[in-house]
């Protein structure tokens, strides 16, 4: 275990929650459950993937974010920006326009997280050749899908790369280089802006690290709100930005599908979406798939575009930082200046790996093999009483779920609908009972008497 | 603790699938994540086999506190020569089933790199069983 503690930057609004059980049915780690009528996350099973957030119909899941005003107790204050970022705008509002609004909101300095995949890229093939024997290698890249594996793929830890991400690297970087400029650690505050949950769970626990590189997280949607409000209230009076810096295709497309597998030779496979990334995940373990190289796994669906911060249609998204990535390499091709980070490189390069990833499954029902093989027993029998129809209205997703709940203490077999008619019809309890437990699962308010001729 | 999954022959798209269970199982029981990989590997080679041979066979799957006992047990073709079988590279696959990434002879020899004990028997024209022991600790 490398915390006791959890941090997810999802949360559940309880005075919006209607306790629908959408969320609940999509979770992927099954880390949902319905209580006193308000959705309940476990933050053990929590991998920060944001599927609940996009399944809520009304709104009462959300990301948690840092106060913005935050980033003024700094000196120096660096907005590290996504390149889906600049994806969000329509074509008439200019990178320059945006970066210039950005800095405007009181931002010293601009820089996007995406400029170190070239760095990343050289290490990573380095890596691959010196370990080769840990083949297949799944990239770092995505929050979600490190934690996904810790929790559900414990056998696969070890094939997770071992080097820092983008972000972390570029935080590294611009961090060395203000203080070369003269700065103290403490002047300094690097602040993410994120198109995802998981990011934000990446830096407040990092995994394989002892602390973030990042002081705060700002989501996307925040700035998206805060650029086109100023452009379209034209207040920017001046451009302050200055356009001129290169970025590769690689780094544009690096956050986009086959960002990272496209880089490397032999067999490299590109996959998005959450479930689709388990279906892979699960043929990985079986040895079902062999001889790949290198596995890109990315939670969401269009990897980046598709963030649950995003505000564009990914699609859209997509097209445009294509269009921004052909627009830079036919108009910038050759780099003329030496460029900055390349000063930096030694320092980074010592500084680009991190430690060990620990599993931490979340399936295991006992550390004790002897308990776990009886509540493993324990669970069929009570399997067989259960529907098997998951409807979920125990507050559990599955019957399975409901079974497991139960042998690990945390529900009761009379949640489930269908034995509380039993026991009710065989007089074992009344049917007041059987209504207190709905009540509990499904709290007061959803049993208020209604009047269909009010509707 | 016994379990049995049914294996249907030449359905190579349901290959896996008892396997998969058994992963399953072993996860909950709180292996060591190699052991799981060890022993899923072993019963995956030896379902595809059965898939791609036999008829149709069983998987019957006995977890004791410090082993776990697999015996797959298929009515099909049988081996004629279990030495030959268990020879690197060796393979009776047809086109069509080494068409679709499987039979390139690793399969026993595989088994046995995967598991710490491994017995196997076979009559021509009845059947072939094979046994897999993996010690859990």
Redo the contacts between chains.
Sequence with gaps: MEKAHFYHALKVVEEVCIGCTHCMNVCPTSAIRVKNGIADINKNACVDCGECLNSCPVNAIIVEQDDFSQIFHYKQRVALLPTVLLGQFPDDISEKQIYSVILELGFTHVYEVDETADILTEVTKTYMQKHHQERPFISSFCPAIVRLIQVKF??L?EHIIHLKPVIDISAIFYREKLKNEGFSDDEVGIFYVTPCAAKIAAVKSPVGEDKSFIDGVINMDFIYNKVLLSIKQNKSKELKYELNKHISRRSIGWTLTNGEASQYSGRCLAIDEIHNVIEVL??L????ITDVDFIELRACDHSCAGGVLTTENRFLAIERLRKRADWYHRNKPIILEKKEIEEYRPYLLENISIKSIE?R?I????????E??KK??KINRILKVLPSIDCGACGAPRCQALAEDVVQGKAKMTQCVFLQKMLTKEGLITPQESFDISENTWGVKRFEKKNINDH | MKFTFFIEGENFSKAGTASSEVKKILKQLNVDPKIIKRTVVSLYEAEVNVVAHAFEGNMNVEIFPDKIVVRIEDKGPGIPDIDKAMEKGFSTATPKVREMGFGAGMGLPNIKKNSDEMNISSKVNVGTKLEIVNYLK
Excluded: C, R
């Excluded at chain 1, 399936?363 to 002897?370: A, G, I, N, P």
């Design positions: 414990p056998a830890v699960e043929k373990e079986n040895e079902e599993p499954s399936l295991s029902l006992d550390t004790d093999m002897m776990a093989m493993m027993e």
